[in-house]
């Protein structure tokens, strides 16, 4: 598993929010100097392809140990497949917020095509809050869980991640509550219940309703005999 890892101060949200908040003179000249803001930026509006990552791993906040004093937010996350580029760590709103925990969602731009799921991948991303910030905590978003740390400086993991699929292929598909085949060994099962929540599975009689792109949806292609043959992020 590799980790990539970008620093998030995009000149453009840090414009839209201290112009909103007045939090600081001139975002360009923030970004240019490695300046952070005492105010979370606007939603992100950009026109990549950009999608929540799968799973937050875990939430750090790192102070520095020499003044003045600093705030780092660190996260590592992870995304469903190789590929994924430029993670970065977007504040859900404007405003500070009343409970003073900053809401925040980890995005990164996404693989155009679908992928055979071959593992998981790990990103990290990082957010500097300036000094005096009026934040108590931090809540990051992926497409499919959360992760909250109200101690500053401070360290969370989240849940650990689902089955990844890597090797679903030529195993036999058990649906959730179903029993399993008589005389099947666990490891040449997939359950439903250890798969992601947004998982796809696809039948041999079944439509497909839909086929617009999801890089979080895993699709597992069945065949007659509840086997699979095909394991895809798509």
Request: glycine share 6%.
């Amino acid at each position: 598993m590799t980790t990539k890892l970008l620093i998030t101060t995009p000149a453009l949200l840090l414009s839209i929010a201290l112009a909103s908040t007045g939090l600081a003179q001139n975002a360009e000249q923030g970004r240019d100097q490695g300046q952070s803001v005492s105010g979370p930026p606007a939603a992100h509006t950009s026109s990549e392809a950009s999608a929540p990552v799968l799973h937050i791993k875990s939430v750090e906040i790192i102070r520095s140990a020499h003044p003045p004093v600093m705030d780092i937010i660190r996260v590592r996350g992870i995304v469903s497949t190789a590929g994924w580029e430029e993670a970065e760590l977007i504040p859900l709103s404007r405003a500070v917020p009343a409970d003073g925990i900053l809401e925040m969602i980890m995005v990164a731009r996404a693989p155009s095509e679908a992928a055979d799921a071959k593992g998981f991948e790990e990103v990290e991303a990082i957010f500097p809050l300036e000094t005096n910030h009026p934040f108590k905590g931090v809540n990051v978003h992926s497409a499919s869980d959360s992760v909250s740390l109200t101690q500053l400086p401070g360290y969370a993991e989240g849940k650990p991640s689902a089955e990844d699929c890597n090797k679903c292929v030529g195993k036999t598909f058990v649906a959730k509550g179903a029993a399993a085949p008589a005389g099947k060994p666990a490891a040449d099962l997939v359950r439903e219940e250890q798969l992601p929540t947004a998982t796809r599975i696809v039948r041999p009689s079944e439509g497909i309703p839909s086929a617009d792109s999801n890089p979080n949806r895993l699709t597992l292609i069945l065949n007659k005999d509840g086997k699979i043959t095909a394991a895809v992020w798509d």
